[in-house]
Nanobody, 121 residues
């Protein structure tokens, strides 16, 4: 059974930082591209960042220069370092696994349950 488990969310003040983690099991982690998405209540799930098996990465324009995606294949874990957080970053953040560096949620094969990030003003 494939499982992706996110952690590291919480409540922070605007301008603060958080590091999210996603631990994967039940799949050959090093062969998958990994992505981070976020979703606020009543909104569609939106792309945040993705990293390939070769450590190439892409970011949504809204988070460039503030967020950094990385992976540790020895730990089967992908990370999202979030700096200079803004209230508009408030959302449930999801980890996903796919074959390529996709930006559409429908193109990913596996999903975690999400971790909540709330940024106060």
């Amino acid at each position: 059974q494939v499982q992706l488990v996110e952690s590291g969310g919480g409540l922070v003040q605007a301008g603060g930082s958080l590091r999210l983690s996603c631990a994967a099991s039940g799949l050959t982690f090093s062969t998958y591209a990994m992505g981070w998405f976020r979703q606020a209540p009543g909104k569609e799930r939106e792309f945040v960042a993705a990293i390939s098996r070769d450590v190439a990465n892409i970011y949504a324009d809204s988070v460039k220069g503030r967020f950094t995606i990385s992976r540790d294949n020895a730990k089967n874990t992908v990370y999202l370092q979030m700096n200079s957080l803004k209230p508009e970053d408030t959302a449930n953040y999801f980890c996903a696994a796919g074959q390529f560096l996709f930006i559409r949620p429908k193109d990913y094969d596996y999903w975690g349950q999400g971790t909540q990030v709330t940024v106060s003003s």
